[in-house]
């Protein structure tokens, strides 16, 4: 009987280093399945799952962290990549200063 070797599927977090453990657990849970992070890489050992579904997984992780709006998954020869849109930061000052009410008593 020849042994098979788990496949290593990888997760690059890219910019989305500070949820690495949370990813990692989220997988872990889903996927029963062994789950090691390194650096900003997330592995993950399975003979079934294919790349396409592994990605559908991060960007679930994705929907469910509410981090949609900021950050989208790609994949690319193998490896699912988390990408930052260029525009996800918010202006942190408005164009137009904000006015106080008048504070004219009426006479009514």
């Known amino acids: 009987m020849f042994l098979r070797r788990k496949r290593k599927l990888t997760v690059d977090l890219g910019k989305l280093e500070d949820e690495r453990e949370s990813l990692s657990n989220f997988l872990r849970s889903k996927l029963k399945v062994d789950v090691t992070s ?15 579904e592994l990605k559908r997984l991060v960007n ?9 709006n900021k ?38």
């Not at 690319?76 to 504070?103: D, L, Y």
């Open 38 to 52: 390194s650096g900003n890489k997330v592995l993950v050992d399975s003979e079934k799952l294919s790349s396409k």
């Open 71 to 108: 950050y989208w998954v790609a994949l690319k020869s193998g490896v699912v990549k988390i990408n930052k849109f260029k525009r996800a930061e918010k202006k942190k000052e408005r164009k137009k200063k904000w006015t106080p009410p008048s504070t004219i008593r009426h006479g009514w």
């Open 60 to 68: 679930k992780f994705l929907y469910r962290r509410n981090l949609m």
